[in-house]
């Protein structure tokens, strides 16, 4: 019991600042107000706040971002299917598969600072790396774009975009690359456009939320590669 509460005490107590704070209660009454003003579904807004509270953490470098991101995944793919967004559906199944990886990943290489906040160790790309990784992205939304054109699939080009830099983002998140930001910046732009065409405003303001973190997360993920 001693272990489960230092460790509960690691992840959720020590290592926010005062703007990680007002960040995420001001992102949560965003979601709040917005599903009072305009309620869509009660999916859409246990995505939106699982979602703000899960990309904070993930920003942190906390593994803890993975059990909230749990909620938030399940819960955003039924609203993807229910809107059309197949491909959205097929990337939110991939993070689940990958979510249960990137637990063992992140415990084998994590640390803990000299504030007793503990979270992962981060890397970054090599030149290699990043010209491989533009060229791949790129002939992958083209050939996901056209199949998913090809099946009826809602904003087809948007929606692979969309699925293939997350694919590609999520698998740069397990293996601890800082540049994963930068793919999910791009990610949560496009999404952002696609739900607001749907109307669902959840998850417009979930979005912008992430957009706003993936800034902080750049900035945070920084500090944890310096830190090696």
Request: aromatic content about 18%; hydrophobic content about 55%; some cysteine.
């Amino acid at each position: 019991m001693e272990r489960i509460k230092k460790a509960l005490t690691q992840e959720f107590m020590h290592g926010y600042s005062l703007f990680d704070k007002l960040f995420m209660v001001s992102m949560l009454l965003v979601q709040i107000v917005v599903f009072c003003v305009s309620p869509d579904s009660v999916l859409g807004v246990i995505a939106g706040i699982s979602g703000v509270i899960s990309v904070v953490l993930c920003a942190k470098g906390k593994i803890s971002f993975y059990f909230i991101g749990f909620v938030q995944t399940i819960t955003y793919l039924f609203l993807a299917w229910r809107n059309c967004f197949y491909g959205e559906v097929l990337e939110n199944i991939f993070y689940l598969v990958t979510m249960i990886w990137g637990i063992f990943v992140w415990k084998k290489n994590s640390t803990v600072d000299d504030n007793g906040s503990a979270h992962v160790e981060a890397l970054k790309f090599t030149p290699a790396m990043w010209v491989l990784s533009i060229l791949g992205t790129a002939a992958c939304t083209f050939g996901m774009g056209y199949w998913l054109n090809s099946i009826g699939s809602a904003q087809a080009y948007t929606d692979a975009a969309t699925n293939v830099l997350a694919i590609f983002a999520q698998i740069l998140m397990v293996k601890r690359y800082k540049e994963q930001w930068l793919w999910w910046f791009i990610i949560d732009i496009l999404c952002l456009k696609m739900w607001f065409v749907a109307g669902n405003w959840s998850m417009v303001a979930m979005y912008i939320a992430w957009t706003i973190n993936c800034i902080y997360g750049w900035y945070n993920w920084t500090k944890l590669n310096e830190g090696r």
